[in-house]
């Protein structure tokens, strides 16, 4: 069964610094790996999608790296902004033949101006 | 554009009461679903449906019921409410390009059950 861990369940970091957000899987046979953003009362909202056969992904100042042996993967934003505080989740597929995801609990991110 | 709209945002019940929380979504979407957020926990998948007509149990079906009867709309429906499913539910709309699904989510219920 494929378990997803995200470590730590919250960090705060002053405004400027970069975050490294990790997400620890068990089955290391996926297609994908998903970070999601998710902000108070509201639902998620994708943010980098990573296929197995990528190392990276990168949007703007995010990210994300994967290394499907180990079963990790890390989210890097730079130089946060407050705007960026919010919930980070991480979601891969339950087993490689299907499409429903497995998510972590997130981490909870908060940058203090 | 709308996106995924859920109704009610917020929702009291007592136990024994049920109740239907609304989906509806204008992107055309295949695929719907539904998931349950509880606090230290992933999202976990209750019900999905791959079209209008067809649905299949998720990790946590039990005491939900699901049915689709068009591409736009997905109700979740609690047939017997129980304070276990005091939760914050999601509803999902989602299309697949080869093996990725790309998942959009409206902003969530929050259920109370007493």
């Known amino acids: 069964k494929q378990e997803v861990t995200q470590i730590p369940a919250a960090l705060s970091v002053p405004e400027g610094e970069n975050l490294v957000l990790n997400c620890s899987f068990t089955?290391?046979?996926?297609?994908?790996l998903q970070w999601f953003r998710q902000d108070p009362g509201k639902g998620l909202t994708s943010l980098l999608l990573?296929?197995?056969?990528?190392r990276e992904q990168t949007s703007g100042r995010l990210n994300a790296s994967l290394d499907k042996s180990s079963g990790r993967s890390t989210l890097y934003i730079a130089a946060s902004q407050p705007g960026d505080s919010a919930t980070y989740l991480c979601?891969?597929?339950?087993?490689?033949?299907?499409?429903?995801?497995?998510f972590g609990a997130g981490t909870t991110v908060t940058v203090r101006a | 554009n709308a996106g995924v709209t859920q109704t009610p945002k917020f929702q009291v019940l007592k136990t024994g009461q049920s109740m239907t929380l609304q989906c509806a979504q204008d992107?055309?979407?295949?695929?719907m679903s539904w998931y349950r957020q509880d606090p230290g926990m992933g999202l976990r998948l209750i019900h999905y449906?791959?079209?209008?007509?067809?649905?299949d149990q998720g990790e946590v079906p039990n005491g939900y019921n699901v049915s689709r009867s068009t591409t736009e709309d997905f109700p979740l429906r609690l047939l017997s409410a129980a304070p276990s499913q005091t939760s914050v539910y999601f509803c999902?709309?989602?299309?697949?390009?080869?093996?990725?699904?790309?998942?959009?989510f409206g902003s969530g219920t929050q259920l109370s059950v007493l």
């Open positions: 089955d290391s046979a996926i297609y994908n």
């Open positions: 999902a709309s989602s299309y697949r390009d080869g093996p990725n699904e790309k998942l959009f």
């Open positions: 992107m055309n979407h295949e695929y």
């Open positions: 979601a891969v597929p339950k087993v490689v033949s299907d499409y429903k995801l497995s």
């Open positions: 990573i296929q197995s056969s990528q």
């Open positions: 449906s791959v079209g209008a007509g067809i649905t």
